[in-house]
């Protein structure tokens, strides 16, 4: 079985709560995983982070960051999915990593990776200065579309996350 294989299935055992079966995958892969995300191989980096999500290795967060940092965009935005996924459940793992996601809505070359970054936001808190970027990135003429829309969608779920200005 490949680390794609076994995180797919350790995917379905989370979706269904089947915390039981998971644990003995995440301890057999453990360290397959650390490995794969050393890799000189994009490809097998890429791999690695979108793991950590399907595993729910909460465990794993500062693997997650040295993926938003990888020089790959295949790698920025497997870690992504994976933030997005893992703060779901736990705001807090957005919220640890907010300056970092900001930058990689702010400057990241690649819009995939950018609109990624937009959306794990939206499970974090509601900071005044994450709504802030979101809307002039909504407004920014020289963004894509639907990375336009996307921030304007995040903008007004976090506004209304947030509540009524005092």
Do not use: Y
């Not at 490949?2 to 379905?12: G, V």
């Not at 703060?87 to 990689?104: A, E």
């Not at 970027?133 to 909504?138: D, E, K, Y």
């Amino acid at each position: 079985m490949t680390l794609a294989e076994a995180a797919a299935q350790a995917a379905a055992f989370a979706e269904a709560g089947d915390e039981r079966s998971l644990a003995p995958l995440r301890t057999a892969w453990d360290e397959e995983i650390e490995s794969a995300a050393r890799s000189h191989d994009f490809r097998e980096r890429a791999i690695a982070f979108r793991a950590v999500g399907q595993f729910r290795f909460r465990q794993k967060i500062e693997l997650l960051r040295r993926g938003l940092e990888d020089d790959s965009p295949a790698c920025r935005g497997s870690a992504l999915l994976s933030l997005e996924l893992l703060s779901r459940d736990h705001p807090s793992v957005v919220n640890g990593m907010r300056p970092l996601l900001h930058k990689l809505v702010d400057a990241d070359d690649n819009d995939a990776v950018r609109r990624l970054a937009v959306v794990s936001l939206r499970n974090g808190s509601a900071p005044r200065d994450t709504i802030g970027i979101l809307t002039a990135l909504a407004a920014d003429d020289e963004a894509g579309t639907e990375l336009r829309e996307t921030a304007a969608k995040v903008a007004q779920a976090l506004r209304r996350k947030a509540g009524p200005a005092k």
